[in-house]
């Protein structure tokens, strides 16, 4: 065979990934990868209770890590958020505590519609969720809304809720003329967990929801694409009689 006859089967074997090129560039992204070559997730800490502390009280927070890289999620990705969001987390043997300010320019802008317990509505909101297993599918998330309507389900298959879950737990929340607050305490005897005297790592995300600019931020950025349960990091401290730990299903 001629050396020009081989040039040309050449191309013509090529031919179908040569036209299919443009399209497999144009596929969207995956996430940014870090240096190791995992997917890069933001990373905070919580700080052990040293102290008495009492929902809808003024506790001693300056021990907590203020976690405040927050991401708006919609309606633009990617951005900052409107307004700043600073979230504290605490823990003991029996619960976790979480803290937030929702800071806003106009409180008159602050959405406070009361629904019944569970029920979705035009409200603003903060909410926790844990991913139990660290595995993206399996969960738990904890709302309250600024009118102090506690939200609560278990999160399953990655973006599957049962609602009918319902969890005892605390919170209280506070209006004033930089914001409103959220107090959260969630007890370890509401969810199911395996036992460990070892510090942990949890895998959370923190997210705020304002119905004035129809607007979510997150700790860690929930994308439609590459949507998880909770994909941020929280850190816990060393505390030897602090036995945490979770199963991906609650009874």
């Known amino acids: 065979m001629s ?17 299919a ?15 190791s070559g995992t997917v890069s997730v933001p990373t905070a800490s919580a700080s ?11 506790p001693d927070w300056r021990t907590a890590t203020p976690i405040t890289a927050f991401v708006q999620g919609e309606p633009v990705e990617g951005v900052p958020p409107q307004e700043r969001t600073d979230v504290r987390v605490l823990y003991d043997a029996g619960a976790p505590y979480v803290a937030a300010v929702m800071h806003e320019s106009d409180p008159r802008r602050i959405g406070r519609q009361l629904v019944r317990r569970d029920d979705r509505g035009q409200y603003d909101h903060f909410e926790v969720s844990i991913d139990p297993d660290r595995d993206g599918r399996t969960g738990y998330r904890f709302r309250v809304g600024a009118s102090g309507v ?22 209280a929340v506070s209006i004033d003329s930089t914001g409103w607050s959220v107090e959260m305490r969630i007890p370890l005897s509401q969810i199911r967990y395996v036992a460990s005297d070892a510090p942990q790592v949890w895998d959370v995300n923190f997210a705020r929801h304002r119905v004035a600019d129809d607007e979510t931020a997150y700790f860690a950025l929930q994308r439609t694409a590459h949507r ?17 730990g979770y199963r991906s299903q609650p009874s």
């Open 3 to 19: 050396v020009s006859r081989l040039v040309f089967w050449e191309m013509f074997r090529w031919l179908p990934f040569i036209i």
């Open 21 to 35: 090129l443009p399209f497999v560039l144009a596929w969207p992204a995956a996430p940014a990868l870090g240096q």
């Open 48 to 58: 052990l209770r040293r102290g008495p502390i009492h929902i809808d009280d003024e």
């Open 150 to 171: 506690q939200r609560d389900v278990y999160l399953y298959d990655d973006v599957r809720e049962d609602q009918a879950w319902d969890a005892v737990w605390e919170s």
């Open 228 to 244: 998880h349960v909770a994909n941020g990091h929280l850190r816990r401290l060393s505390n030897p009689t602090l036995r945490i």
